[in-house]
């Protein structure tokens, strides 16, 4: 849970659009939202952060106490996360930095905000330095846009796993510092992120569908029963990516071919059944 004093930093930010004053004015501030790793409960917390390329980099500092702050953990679980920055709010992806990579990019953090040092030589503990990678959404106006926003994410998460699969194997033997963690967030999220998808299309979407278009019964329980098979690509897709430490280069690369042809197709016929549907239906909804 927030402090009392985070809770009224949050509320000065709401109010004023993201100007906050006392110990954090002038400085860049952001809110971060993440699901407990335990409770499933979001909290939101302000950070300090420090811009790089098109995404932003937050330090579990936790002022240089012995233990990672609670938001990092929670991350490490729940990879998909909530940024208010200024008056925009909009989802990222939390990815903490490993090796080579999260020491160059502490030292990018600390030349702009030097006391991050200080944090450092007071602990034991290395800082994760974390890179929160914005979604970037494009024009929704519809329900059948919010879809494909969603396919579009997902793809890209299993294109950025390819490609960090391709790097892993291009180094040789062994695991390249600061990859093993970026495939496990990456693959995490692409999961849960599907597996709410899919929840919200058998508990809401089809149902809601369904009684509007009685030709389309098959259809939308074919869709209901590939979620089944999702669901087990899903795990096989995680337990594969868990041994690639040990794998074989080119069994791994079919299988991960096999199984991002599957996923692919399966959101490919999903857009083909359901999208036309959608697209008169107003995305968000509008108020009672």
């Not at 291009?170 to 990456?186: N, S």
């Not at 690639?244 to 079919?254: C, E, L, Q, S, V």
């Not at 996923?263 to 999208?275: F, G, I, P, W």
Request: hydrophobic share 40%.
């Amino acid at each position: 849970m927030p402090t009392s004093f985070d809770q009224s930093v949050i509320a000065e930010f709401r109010a004023n659009k993201g100007r906050v004053g006392g110990p954090f004015a002038g400085g860049d501030l952001l809110l971060l939202t993440t699901t407990g790793a335990k409770s499933g409960k979001e909290t939101t917390t302000p950070l300090g952060y420090v811009r790089h390329g098109g995404s932003l980099l937050v330090v579990g500092s936790n002022l240089g106490a012995a233990r990672h702050p609670g938001w990092y953990h929670n991350l490490l679980a729940h990879p998909s996360v909530r940024v208010e920055l200024g008056a925009d709010t909009f989802e990222a992806l939390a990815i903490p930095a490993e090796g080579a990579r999260r020491d160059a990019l502490f030292e990018q953090v600390v030349k702009v905000s030097p006391g991050y040092a200080d944090y450092q030589a007071a602990t034991t503990r290395l800082l994760p330095v974390v890179v929160l990678e914005p979604a970037r959404p494009g024009e929704v106006a519809t329900l059948a846009d919010k879809l494909l926003e969603v396919h579009t994410w997902l793809r890209g998460q299993l294109r950025h796993v390819r490609a960090e699969v391709e790097a892993h194997f291009a180094a040789g033997p062994g695991e390249p510092p600061g990859l093993g963690l970026q495939i496990r967030q990456r693959c995490l999220a692409f999961c849960q992120t599907l597996e709410f998808h899919h929840a919200g299309e058998d508990g809401h979407l089809f149902p809601g569908l369904a009684p509007h278009h009685p030709h389309l019964a098959g259809a939308f329980a074919r869709l209901a029963a590939e979620h089944h098979t999702i669901a087990r690509v899903q795990g096989e897709l995680a337990a594969l990516l868990a041994d690639i430490g040990t794998a074989d280069p080119g069994r791994f690369r079919a299988e991960l071919d096999r199984m991002s042809a599957e996923l692919n197709a399966h959101l490919d016929h999903e857009e083909a059944v359901v999208l036309p549907l959608l697209a008169g239906i107003p995305w968000p909804p509008a108020r009672p």
